[in-house]
């Protein structure tokens, strides 16, 4: 490509520098776009829009490839742990034992939280939606550990970064243990990250807790499946909450607030509720018809992907996953079947075809989900617990980016221009 994009607007010639990444599109630098021709681009929803630059992940959605640090995605779901991914995406490299023995070791020091949040879930109704929960005691943690806040400080940054790793499962567990009536179980440091997280979920003070290998290996796959995806909705908005220089603990709360949404995190729980609904493979040609229908608001769940126009990598593994957890568990979920045969005959409609709509992460993981024992409910808030590296990562990467400002979109206005006001009984 040129190193020079040229364009004409109003019979003014202007010229933007191009810049390439190492793999990938190239990106027009239209910073002074609006300075040299006294216009903006409008891209609603960022398609065409490089926000950032960033080294931490790689997308090549036609190609279905999906790369951290340059590692791809199948790799690492396969032979790594979640502490290694959270180690690479976080230093860049990926960690020797000692380095991954040390960083482990960090991560389980944080994971307790300060006993006085115990008052404050206290606060919620106990029919509260996880997620609100999160939402409000994550955003709560800013006012628990103030000597983790000021970002201008790098070592508070690292120190706020693995107070976040470390607690969310806590605090995702206290979620989980409020709803259901429980008491609140400590971390048992003993255990790995997603050992320990499982058995503040579903253990008991009353009785040991033995954690499943099977299960604990699937869990920490899925939550590396979830770690980053670049600069997806919900981490878009912890950069652009950052950008004003707001501190970590409220920028992931953000974070959460954005990937509840159904077309982002509250996928995966949409997509197990649309196979419940189904339910036998007979009733499928009847939710493809109403997802095709442009009069019917209706989607398939876990289908279809901003930028994956090819299978989403993440949705391999994940139904490799599927397979394993039901041996290991001994289950055999009849909505594995009819989402198996949902995919198949999706995958040969020339609707979904077309559109290249592929399943994405979300399609399969909350039948494994469910046979591990959570309640949909919970299901976005295990994906708030993984994508929380991903977030702290990027937020990291953002505060030392010298490019970094701001945040701060235009807009095209198309209200009323300037009037008269008048007053109530003149109108
Ligand atoms: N079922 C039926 N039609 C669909 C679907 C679907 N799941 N997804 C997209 N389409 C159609 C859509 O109606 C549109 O048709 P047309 O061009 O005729 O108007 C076309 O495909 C393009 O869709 P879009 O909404 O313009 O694409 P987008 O890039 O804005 O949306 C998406 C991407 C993920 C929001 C969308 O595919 C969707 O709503 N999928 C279901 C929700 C879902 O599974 N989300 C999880 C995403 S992966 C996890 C994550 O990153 O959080």
């Known amino acids: 490509m040129s190193d020079a994009a040229k364009f004409s607007l109003s019979g003014k010639d202007v010229e933007f520098p191009v810049m390439s990444g190492s793999v990938g599109p190239d990106v027009v630098d239209i910073r002074k776009l609006y300075a040299q021709t006294d216009a903006f681009t409008y891209d609603p929803g960022f398609t065409s829009t490089a926000s950032c630059q960033s080294k931490l992940t790689y997308i090549d959605g036609d190609e279905g490839v999906l790369l951290h640090r340059g590692y791809p995605i199948g790799e690492l779901a396969e032979q790594s742990s979640f502490m290694e991914v959270a180690y690479l995406l976080l230093n860049g490299e990926l960690p020797g034992s000692a380095e991954l023995g040390t960083f482990s070791r960090t991560i389980t020091r944080h994971t307790m939280v300060h006993e006085q949040l115990a008052t404050f879930f206290r606060g919620f109704r106990r029919d509260a939606h996880p997620m609100a929960i999160m939402c409000g005691v994550v955003g709560a943690l800013s006012a628990f550990y103030h000597d983790s806040t000021d970002i201008r400080d790098p070592e508070q940054r690292i120190i706020a970064s693995h107070r976040l790793i470390a607690k969310m499962p806590t ?9 259901v009536g429980q008491p609140f179980l400590y971390p048992d440091n003993s255990l790995s990250y997603t050992g320990n997280f ?25 939550f590396i499946l979830h770690a980053d995806h670049e600069q997806n909705a919900s981490t878009s908005t912890v950069r ?13 709360a953000a974070g959460i607030a954005c990937l509840w949404g159904p077309a982002h995190g509250g996928a995966n729980e949409a997509a197990l509720n649309m196979l419940r609904e189904i339910g ?8 493809i018809a109403r997802a095709k229908d442009k009069n019917d608001p209706f989607r398939l769940m876990g289908f279809g992907h901003r ?25 055999n979920d009849p909505l594995f079947e009819t989402a198996l045969r949902l995919e198949e005959l999706a995958l040969n409609d020339d609707y979904f075809v077309e559109k290249k709509l592929f399943p994405n992460v979300d399609f399969y993981s909350g039948v494994i989900l469910s046979a591990i024992g959570f309640p949909t409910s919970m299901f976005t808030v295990l994906f708030a617990i993984a994508r929380t590296v991903g977030w702290v990562a990027q937020w990291n990467e953002m505060i030392t980016d010298p490019d970094q400002k701001i945040g701060r979109p235009r807009q095209l206005y198309t209200g009323p221009t300037q009037r008269t006001y008048l007053p109530v009984e003149q109108r």
């Open 171 to 179: 605090l995702a567990a206290m979620a989980y243990k409020y709803s």
């Open 198 to 222: 499982l058995r503040m979920t579903f253990g008991v003070p009353a009785e040991p807790y033995e954690v499943n290998p099977a299960v604990e290996k699937a869990m920490d796959r899925i």
């Open 240 to 252: 652009l909450a950052g950008s004003s220089g707001a501190n970590p603990f409220a920028c992931i």
């Open 280 to 287: 036998t493979p007979e009733r499928i040609p009847e939710f």
């Open 307 to 331: 930028v994956y126009k090819n299978y989403d990598p993440r949705a391999t593994v994940m139904q490799k996953t599927v397979r394993e957890v039901f041996d290991a568990l001994k289950v």
